[in-house]
């Protein structure tokens, strides 16, 4: 079968990833991540990112915080979610299947994400990372006029006219959010099982990622540390943490957390 150009941009082979990107060593595998206390990238945000979003204009550098119904962070979502499920760090399609797997791991449900993603972006002809008729599902784009020069704001106000009000186009939108996000479960799980990794254990590994961050963020803020590079090491039994400088931090530097 051959993939879209969509699919090529929203799935990747994790055994194909860059050396420098993620390694599988002694068992685990090692993700490269940064730490700034201010990122030159437009949004001035602290906190961490992997290696792989780095240059990526829609990525926001995240810290230990989570929201009030998710447990792990944006930071931790990235890593597992994201990146070891084989998808786009960014891009609508991508996150779609990275929110099925955040509510696989989490127990969330994504439909308000899909809901904020369809109001913020998708309602203004704003998709990231295909164009807006590869993201359309077959039904809406089957009533779209045949104009090559007709807008994505024009379409989208046409099919709102079409279906009699924003209300049903935003559930259309929804509808093919989740069937989206559905599609990438298998490619999900074969990555994992590429990489050692045991689907079962989603949800441990992700609170165990997220002790591991609570400790090593809050160390490099109460320090004032300008720059951190080291790397994440995950595997179905402990997570921990090591640095690229010289220099060691006695409280982050090979601080693991079993996966319970």
């Known amino acids: 079968m051959t993939l879209s150009n969509s699919n090529q941009k929203s799935f990747h082979n994790v055994a194909e990833y860059p050396s420098d990107l993620l390694q599988q060593v002694n068992g685990s595998v090692q993700v490269p991540v940064t730490y700034k206390k201010v990122w030159d990238d437009g949004f001035g945000a602290r906190g961490w990112k992997i290696n792989a979003t780095i240059g990526d204009p829609e990525i926001i550098a995240s810290s230990r915080e989570t929201g009030q119904r998710i447990n792990t962070s944006v930071f931790i979502h990235d890593i597992l979610d994201h990146f070891l499920s084989g998808f786009g760090v960014s891009g609508h399609r991508s996150e779609a299947m990275a929110l099925i797997q955040l509510s696989k791991r989490t127990g969330s449900n994504p439909r308000s994400d899909y809901e904020q993603l369809v109001r913020e972006d998708i309602l203004h002809g704003r998709v990231n990372g295909e164009s807006l008729m590869e993201f359309l599902p077959t039904d809406l784009r089957s009533m779209i006029p045949k104009n090559p020069s007709i807008t994505d704001k024009v379409i989208m106000t046409h099919l709102n006219k079409m279906l009699g009000g924003e209300k049903y186009l935003i559930k259309h939108l929804i509808d093919n959010f989740f069937k989206l996000g559905v599609a990438g479960e298998s490619h999900a799980d074969k990555s994992w099982k590429i990489l050692g990794l045991n689907t079962h254990k989603r949800t441990e590994i992700g609170c165990a990622l997220q002790e591991l961050l609570q400790i090593a963020d809050q160390t490099v803020e109460d320090l004032g540390i300008e720059k951190l590079c080291g790397f994440i090491r995950i595997n179905n039994n402990?997570?921990?943490?090591?640095?690229?400088?010289?220099?060691?931090?006695?409280?982050?530097?090979?601080?693991?957390?079993?996966?319970?």
Do not use: K
């Open 238 to 260: 402990h997570v921990s943490f090591s640095m690229q400088e010289d220099h060691i931090i006695d409280s982050i530097e090979g601080y693991q957390v079993a996966v319970s």
